[in-house]
């Protein structure tokens, strides 16, 4: 029987670097995205015991994956699925910013399988969009959202980022409520995370206006996001991920779960069961057809329970008990229980159905409560 595998494929390119971001991306010529794409198909091609696997997701991220020619994402999935044989339905979902996508490209992404889009919004205000860095404004977003149902695509997410410099509470549930009105299957909803190295961190660490919105304020924007969207019909199944029923993104349901994942690029990560990997992050050197692997890890059984709890409690289901034990051959209160005693007592994390999972008040400290699990 074939074992279940993710792909992803990594996009390094854009426009230009949005000002909070510290992703390994950057803007490139037509000449350089054509051979990184050429390169991408060749490490595809080269993947070896691909036949011990089925796909049952794919993903194009970035960087911005829509820059790219539509013939290229054609290439890269005729080569993924010479290679890997892929579930009947299986999830291909591809990253767009809306100011490249094309009705063109659009129809070769349907060539190609593409079945799920994820559009980087981030505001529906445009004064907002100017301070993010962004390249579109909301029109230019509405189109591309427009034009992508008029293709044909049925199963659309729709990123968005809270805790803006300058932005109100108010202000917050306008761009969600704006959203929520075109009726998305899926958005994703991320507070923005000032990351060291990045123009905003330089930009906030100097003390310039606008400010970014209290602890406090942040707090208020993430809850009543859910209130929000909940009462819209969606089900709020990760921290920061809501869907309609049945629109839940399975990929990344992947990655919290575990399960095993193939990176293919510049700089992407892979897990295949006990080994972790990474891809050189050297452009020239994939560019030459070196496609070595680094920061190889072998992980150790502790290593797999730490990354169990700490992924999976990112799920607002939590974790099985039962699946825990059988995927480990032990309870998991003999690996942690002082640590479940502990948070339970705090009121951190409850246990209901055969589940471990945390509470409203651990979500709030959400990185502390994962950090309980950590074994080494």
Known sequence: MKKELELYFHIPFCVRKCAYCDFLSAPASETVMEAYGKRLVEEIEGFEDAEAYQVCTAFFGGGTPSILA???????????????????????????????????????????????????????????????????????????????????????????MSALPGQSVSDWERSLRTVIALDPEHISAYSLIVEEGTPFYQRYEGGESPILPSEEEERKMYWNTEKLLEKAGYCHYEISNYGKPGRFCLHNIGYWTRRDYAGFGLGAASLLNPVRYRNTDRLEDYLSGDFSKKEFQVLTKDNQIEETMFLGLRLLSGISIQNFQETFSCPVTAVYSQELAKMKELELMEEADGRLFLTRKGVDVSNQVMAEFLLS
């Open 70 to 160: 539509g013939s290229q994402i054609e290439a890269v999935m005729e080569a993924a699925r010479r290679r890997f044989a892929f579930c009947e339905n299986a999830e291909i979902t591809l990253e767009a910013n809306p100011d490249t996508v094309t009705a063109e490209k659009l129809e070769a992404w349907k060539r190609a399988g593409i079945n799920r889009l994820s559009i980087g919004l981030q505001s529906a205000d445009d004064g907002e969009l100017e301070r993010l860095g962004r390249i579109h404004d909301y029109a230019a977003f509405l189109k591309s959202f427009e034009s992508a149902r008029k293709a044909g695509f049925s199963n659309i997410n729709i990123d968005l």
